[in-house]
Every structure is written in structure tokens, then in C-alpha cells.
């Protein structure tokens, strides 16, 4: 390794540190509230003169569509994932934070706030790494030591994984695909949000 | 932190050190975590550096290279583009 890449690697994680820190601060708001509580108290957290969000709950009939966001004002939340009992609220609520950490994204772009807006990436795996670890952070403290024991069919990481349809989706990726960059974010996120989960409990 | 300048630095001394696999990931982590634009490499000329910017939903900076391109001939041509 050169001086160079170590260097690098320092940038990336003090960038991702700062993007858990981020998310953290608007995890502050109590997301253990009904459905129409909570859309009514995102509309309120995420609209201000300049921008509003628009939750809509859209009818749809591709079970793999769960929820999008577009242009940092709306997120679409299919009926599906709303009200059926297929998913847990824990997964329901990494979706939805998936969603919120585009539209925070998004929004800093347009607004030219450099300030925040560098600690975003354009693309798609922070906002996954994110929603991932919020699940995991339910039990573990990193990816790593999740699938270290759902390969040793250990109870804990395989009641996890059968609860939560956003942790099978990953790991059977994670089996497929090495993805370390994706692994290495979310150690670090699942590790931050353990953290926050345990400080608020 | 100014983390455009940093990658910056680093940019530079992996341009020094003519270490091109360091020079594409420090460019992939100025333009798409910093800048949030896309980034591509494709080695299509026989030699030289071409760089092209396209302008969609998402801005994206394709660069053209050859197997002898050097990081300090990528650099030289992105900073001519400011």
C-alpha cells in the first residue's frame, strides 16, 4: 500500500462517519409511531419555503416494488408493503429510511449546500448499507459478525434473518458477491446504529 | 476537513508516485462521493487521454484512455477541462 492509498482510505471512512452522523441526527425524530402519525411528521420534518415532500401511497402490483423517491419531494410507498404483514416494521422503517437519506441527498444538491451535500454520494449503496443496518443493529454490532454466524447457523443471526426480508435479500447478494466496499460501510454503520438503538432504549 | 482538497493531495502524490490503480480510486471518490457525478474508465485509445462530459439526470465524465496512459497525463487533461 502506498502513503496515497492509506490516505484514501482514511478520506473514505471520515466521508461514511459522517454520513452515519448525519442519518443519525434525523433518526432523533420517534419513528415508533402509526403510519399516519409518522407520514404527517415526515411531511412537517422535511418540508420547509423552499421544498415540501409529498408522501404518496401508490397501488402496485409488482411485489419487488416496495417504495422510491424522486427529485428530493416525493417518496411513493406502495400499498403493499403498507398494509400487508409480509413485512416487519423494522424492515418497513429501513426502507423508508433508505427513501429519506435520497431525498436528504437530493435536496442538499439542489440547494448548493456543499457543506452537507459532500457527505452524500451519488449512488445507490450508502442509502442500501443504511437500510441493512438498521435491521442488523436490531441484534449485532456488524455485518461481519452477522454473517459469521448465519454461516455457523447460529439461533440469533437466523431468527434475524427469517424476520427481516431487507437481511435476506443481502445476504444471499453477500454469498454471491463479495462487495467489500458495501461490507465495510455497513460495519461501520451497523456499528453506529447499535450504538444509537442502545443509548435510546 | 475539505475533502475535495485532500483528494486533491492525494491525487497528486498518486500522479508522483505513478500509481494509477490509487489515481482511479482517489478520481472515482472526488467525482462520485464529492462532486456526485458518475465516473467511467474505458480503454479504447492506443494512446493518449480523451475526456467527455455528458449532461443527463446524472452528470457523468467518461474517460478514454490507452494501456500506456499515465495518472499525471489523466490529471493534466481533467484540470484542462475546468
Not at chain 1, 31 to 38: A, E, F, R, T
Request: aromatic residues 12%.
Amino acid at each position: 500500500m502506498t502513503e496515497a492509498s492509506d490516505m484514501l482510505d482514511i478520506l473514505e471512512n471520515l466521508m461514511n462517519e459522517n454520513y452515519a452522523l448525519k442519518v443519525l441526527g434525523w433518526l432523533k425524530k420517534d419513528l415508533d409511531i402509526p403510519w399516519d402519525s409518522l407520514k404527517k411528521l415526515l411531511v412537517q420534518t422535511f418540508s420547509n419555503s423552499q421544498m415540501r415532500l409529498r408522501i404518496v401511497e401508490v397501488d402496485c402490483d409488482q411485489e419487488d416494488v416496495e417504495m422510491w423517491s424522486e427529485q428530493g419531494t416525493i417518496i411513493y410507498i406502495c400499498k403493499h408493503i403498507l398494509f400487508s404483514g409480509d413485512y416487519s416494521s423494522e424492515d418497513f422503517k429501513a426502507k423508508l429510511l433508505h427513501e429519506l437519506s435520497h431525498v436528504i441527498r437530493q435536496r442538499d444538491k439542489q440547494l448548493g449546500d456543499v457543506g452537507v451535500g459532500k457527505y452524500f454520494s451519488g449512488r445507490e449503496y450508502p442509502a442500501r448499507a443504511f437500510e441493512v443496518a438498521w435491521c442488523l443493529s436490531l441484534k449485532y454490532r456488524s455485518l461481519d459478525n452477522f454473517l459469521k454466524d448465519y454461516e455457523n447457523n447460529k439461533s440469533k443471526s437466523l431468527d434475524l434473518y427469517h424476520t427481516h426480508q431487507v437481511l435476506r435479500d443481502v445476504t444471499l447478494m453477500l454469498m454471491r458477491d463479495n462487495s467489500n466496499k458495501f461490507r465495510k460501510l455497513c460495519n461501520l454503520y451497523t456499528e453506529v446504529l447499535y450504538g444509537f438503538r442502545k443509548r435510546n432504549n | 476537513m475539505d475533502f475535495e482538497k485532500e483528494t486533491i493531495k492525494v491525487l497528486q502524490m498518486a500522479c508522483e508516485d505513478n500509481d494509477l490503480p490509487t489515481f482511479k480510486r482517489g478520481l472515482k471518490f472526488l467525482f462520485e462521493d464529492i462532486y456526485g457525478y458518475g465516473l467511467g474508465f474505458s480503454y479504447v485509445l492506443d494512446e493518449g487521454v480523451d475526456v467527455q462530459e455528458t449532461d443527463g439526470d446524472l452528470k457523468w465524465v467518461q474517460i478514454g484512455l490507452s494501456r500506456h496512459t499515465t495518472a499525471d497525463e489523466i490529471w493534466e487533461a481533467i484540470q484542462q477541462r475546468k
